[in-house]
Each structure stands twice: as C-alpha cells, then as structure tokens.
DNA sequence: GTCTATAGTCGGATAGAC
DNA sequence: GTCTATCCGACTATAGAC
C-alpha cells in the first residue's frame, strides 16, 4: 500500500508546527476556562489531540505556553480593532474637525468595540483570560495592555477630548472614555447576568444591534451639548 | 492555677464559632485571589489561623466553605445598598414622580454603587468571587443573582423605564438600565487597566468622586431631554 | 473541639524508547 | 518529533490521639 506521509513537498517541519498551533488553540479555550493554574497539562494535551511532553517540549512548560496564548489574544485584539483605529488616526492627523466629524469616529470605534466584544465567536474565549488578568494580573498583563487595550482607550480619551475641548490625558476626560468603554464592557464582564436578565442563552445578532443602537444614541446625547448646533 | 478555659457563662460553642468565622474571613481572601480551584486548603486554613481539619469539620469541604462565603458576599451587598434600595421602593410606591425626583432617586442608586464598588475595602474581595462566578457560573452564582444584583439592577431599571415612559421589562430599558450600572462597574472589572491608565496605584476619595461626578453629569445628560422642562 | 499523621489522588516535568 | 513510563511534589480528606 502507499503509505499517505510521503513527506509534503513544502516543508518537513509542518508536523511541529501543527502541534504548536494546536496546543495555542487548545490553551485559549482551556485557560479561558479554568484558569492558568485550574489548567491543568493534561486538559491541554487532551484538548489539543498531542502528547503531554509537547507542552514543556515546545512552550517551555505550562506557563511559556500561557504567555504565547496571551500574545495571540492580544494580536486578535489588535487585527479586529486596527481598521477602527487606522481611519481614526488618519482622519486625527488632518486638521480641525467639526463636532459631527468627530463623532462619527467615535461612533465607529465604540460601534466596532461592540462588535468585537459582544457579538464574535471568538472574543469569547480571549475575556475571559483578559479578565482574569485584571483581577490578577501576571507578568502576561503588560502585553495585552500595552497593545490592545491602550489602543483603543487612547483614541478614545483623544476623540472625548477633542469632542469637550480638553487634552486627553485629563483624567476626568480618561475616567470619561472609561465609562464610554464600559457601557459596552459590562455585557461581556457581566456576561451571566445580562444574558439571565435579558432571558436568553445567548447574544445574537440583534441583541448586539440593539446595544449598539442604545450606545450610539447615548452617546449622541453625551456630546450633543453644543449649543444650539444641530446636525 | 485558676484554669482559663471556664466556660464562658454566655454560651460554649464560642470556640467553634470563632473557628467558622475566621475561616470565612480567610475564603472571602484565599476564593478571591486564587478562585474556588487555586485556593488551597492549606491556604485557608493558615489565613484563618485554624487547623487544616476544620475546613471539612464545619462547612463539610472546601465546596462549602465556598458556598458560605458566596452567601456572605451576597449578604454584605445587600446591606450596604439597601438603604439606597428602600428610598427608592418607598418613593416609587406613592404616585406620579417628577422627572427632577425620579431622576435624583436613579443618581442616589449611582451614588451608593459607585462608593460601594469602588470606595470600600471589603468590595474588593467580593468583586473578584463576583467576576469570577460570572465568567464560570457554578451552582453559588444564583445565590449572587438572585439577592444583590437583581436587587440593584431591578430599580435601576424600573427608574430608566419611568423617566422614559416605557416598561422596566422592555429588553431596550434593561440594557439602558446596564450600561448605566456598567460605566461605574468598568473601574472594578478593568481595574487594574484603569489604575494604570490613572497612573496610580489604588482609587482614593478623589478618585470615586471624580468618577461619581462623571456618571451623574452623563446620567443627567442622558434623561435631560425632557423638552422645555427644566429643572 | 482540635490536632498530627497518613492515605489516596492528581499535578507538572522528565528520561529514554521509537 | 512523538510517545510511554515514571518521579516527585502538592493536594483533599480522613483516622485516631489528645
């Protein structure tokens, strides 16, 4: 019989990499779920379909694959929010912007944030392991806030500034973009109790438009104050 | 020598007592830090100063001893909000509100949950038995659910229906009610990213009174549009 | 009621065959 | 590169002395 691993012509090492990939695979979901010490090696070895001795082997142990986990968090993070964040900060880099103008771009970012956060498959798994790094947080804490989370908070505390005509790094304008952030957070930080109080078992895709609405119109209502300047 | 262990005239059991006590002062800390799986029994029982025996002895296991403190969690909650809780029951009983009177009951509720999540020192260990039961219900979490959250979220819906004229059970009404509540919950749930954010180390009073002041001047922009009625 | 000692289980990591 | 077998440490719970 022809054996079916005549090697591919591409490349020798896909077998390690395979294994790689799938024990990163195998760690968002079972950190996610249990924690980095609940997780144990075994669940990890299961759930990847390799050996136990592939996690010290190639991650260096149960903790060096924790933090190659938490890099692909990040980097999923920064891929989904980056569009958002490039037109932002291209439009920024112009000149003097009308109201309106400005929040369009915060509509967008905030309308984006939810998407991501509320609405995909798998942000799911990646906050659970960004909240439990908030509550408390490892050496892994300063990758995901250094990219991801400063990426979209600073163009949000500048977009708040512009829009109420003070710098960014105020910290009412910051404790400001916070609470913006939040009115879309707490569906995913209080994920149990919003779904029980809404009487569903998921989010779908209408209750995301329906956040998303209650957002755009709060946040209308927010920076709507200058006087007398309608749209 | 006159031994020092005669019995207490008010009761005997004092010792045990004291043991159950200390134990769940110890899980409030050990459950919160390292959640219901980290936590050791070790862990517990040199916080609490007791034997290591005592865990399975008074709360038949570690699951109990998680169980109590859950309870004692939801306890505190309870407490401190009800004060807050009760005025707002016993104003809406009377009659047809003023906006101005509706909407100061909805910034007392903001109030006291912004001061209690954010201020105290004993929250802070509730939060993180809290977030963690929300990301990984176990059966503890309706204990959580049921008393304390539905106990807040409930008049602040039933406050946002008012002010808008619909009923606190339309699903829009209950997600305006938590992205309320979710602009004071951030700085608990992202914590750590808003201290570093703030650069410092811990919120102090200005801290929750700046954050206050932001939510009740968003909250007064969001129901202010009343037209033509002032205050 | 409280403690010490221990049983029984399961954790992560490694050695060495293939 | 991958697997099996195994070590050693840490865990929860219990038994029985005090």
Redesign the interface.
């Known amino acids: 019989m022809s054996k079916t691993n005549d090697r591919p012509k591409a490349r020798t090492d896909t077998r390690g990499e395979e294994t790689r990939r799938r024990l990163i695979e195998a760690g968002l979901d079972v950190f996610g779920?249990?924690?980095f010490?609940?997780a144990t090696t075994r669940m990890l070895a299961d759930r990847a379909g390799v050996n136990l001795a592939a996690i010290p082997y190639y991650f260096d142990g149960k903790e060096g694959l924790y933090r190659v986990v938490v890099e692909h968090v990040a980097a999923g993070i920064g891929e989904r929010m980056l569009p958002a964040v490039e037109r932002i900060d291209a439009v920024l880099a112009n000149d003097e912007l009308s109201h309106g103008q400005l929040l369009d771009l915060l509509h967008g970012l905030l309308e984006r944030f939810a998407a991501m956060l509320i609405g995909s498959k798998e942000p799911e798994k990646w906050a659970?392991i960004i909240?439990?790094?908030?509550?408390?947080?490892t050496e892994a804490?300063d990758i995901l806030?250094r990219s991801p989370?400063r990426l979209i908070?600073d163009r949000c505390a500048v977009l708040v500034g512009r829009l109420l005509g003070r710098p960014a790094d105020d910290?009412?304008i910051?404790?400001?973009a916070?609470?913006l952030?939040?009115?879309?957070?707490?569906?995913r930080?209080?994920?149990?109790?919003?779904l029980?109080?809404?009487g569903c078992h998921q989010f779908d895709d209408s209750h995301v438009a329906?956040?998303q609405a209650?957002?755009r119109e709060?946040t209308e209502?927010?920076f709507a104050?200058d006087p007398g300047g309608g749209s």
């Open positions: 779920l249990y924690s010490e609940g659970r909240i439990r790094e908030q509550m408390q947080p804490f806030y989370m908070l910290p009412d910051l404790i400001r916070f609470t952030l939040g009115q879309i957070l707490v569906f930080m209080a994920r149990e109790a919003a029980r109080t809404l329906a956040i209650v957002v709060q209502r927010l104050s």
